[in-house]
């Protein structure tokens, strides 16, 4: 028996990064699997390397911003499956600059896929978890929404956001069966901190106890842990993946 057997798993941003290592141990574990991103081709290999796993895995385009695409996935999902047990929120960007810096854009771009976007695929698969009774709904928050960072007031604001979904969530959906969870990972090696200098990187990784960035699949285990039965009385909570980085 896998950890995910029979489960329907729903995993934003999935095309590259933590996504992808999110939609490959789910599968591994015996989930089936949606994957949903921006990215054609992403999604289309991401969906190959599920099924190369052994695994049932559909792709979509999706852009999280955009609530009829959304809601269009979900009830393709939803008639194909009949069910919908995982949702793991893991779409999101940064656009970064100092306050004096910033512009709207930035600040709308970022809050928009990683807040609004955030609230468009709960609200969208809260009615069908209600209706089985039980669900769980992962958030991908971050450290940043826990101590903020210099340069990024509006990713910031994001995730410590995404703290708030989780927390009020976990109080309305757990008398309905559905637990509520946020990751807050550190700096992991993904291609989000591709504009990143070297040389902020190793100062990052003087920071970390464990001296070195994160793996994806060190967060996608977390996720794993939190979708399946194991996790069936953790609610509400936000588990920092970060090697220690904040102690
Ligand atoms: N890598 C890190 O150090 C780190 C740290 C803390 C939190 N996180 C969070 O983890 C999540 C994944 O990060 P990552 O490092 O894998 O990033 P990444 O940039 O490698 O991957 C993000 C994925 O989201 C997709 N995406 C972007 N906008 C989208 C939209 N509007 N709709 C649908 N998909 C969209 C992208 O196409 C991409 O495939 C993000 O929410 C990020 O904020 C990452």
Redesign the pocket.
């Known amino acids: 028996m896998k950890r995910l057997d029979g489960k329907v798993c729903l995993i934003?941003?999935?095309?590259?990064?933590?996504?992808?290592?999110t939609a490959l141990k789910f599968a591994r574990e015996g989930a089936s699997v949606v994957v949903?991103?921006?990215?054609q081709a992403?999604v289309d290999a991401a969906v190959a390397q599920c099924e190369a796993l052994g695994a049932t895995a559909t792709g979509f385009v999706?852009?999280?911003?955009?609530r009829e695409m959304v809601d269009a996935v979900v009830a393709q999902v939803t008639a194909r499956f009949g069910r919908i047990d995982v949702l793991v929120?893991?779409?999101?960007?940064?656009q970064d600059a100092r306050l004096q810096k910033m512009t709207l854009e930035q600040f709308d771009r970022v809050i928009?896929?990683?807040l609004r976007?955030v609230f468009h695929c709960a609200q969208a698969v809260v009615n069908t978890m209600t209706a089985q009774g039980s669900g769980v709904i992962l958030n991908?928050?971050?450290?940043?929404?826990i101590y903020g960072n210099f340069g990024q007031t509006n990713?910031a604001a994001?995730?410590f956001g995404v703290i708030g979904f989780t927390k009020t969530w976990s109080r309305e959906l757990g008398p309905k069966g559905i637990r509520v969870n946020a990751?807050?990972?550190?700096?992991?090696?993904?291609?989000?901190?591709?504009t990143i200098p070297d040389k902020v990187i190793t100062e990052m990784e003087q920071r970390v106890p464990l001296g070195r960035?994160?793996q994806?699949e060190e967060?996608a285990n977390v996720y794993a842990f939190l979708a399946s039965d194991e996790a069936s009385y953790i609610n509400g909570t936000v588990i920092e993946v970060s090697g220690g980085m904040s102690v």
């Open positions: 934003t941003g999935a095309a590259q990064g933590i996504g992808l290592a949903c991103d921006v990215q992403g999706i852009d999280v911003t955009q929120n893991n779409a999101g960007i940064t928009d896929v990683n976007g991908a928050s971050s450290v940043v929404g990713y994001s995730k990751v807050a990972p550190g700096f992991i090696a993904t291609p989000i901190l591709s960035l994160g994806p967060i």
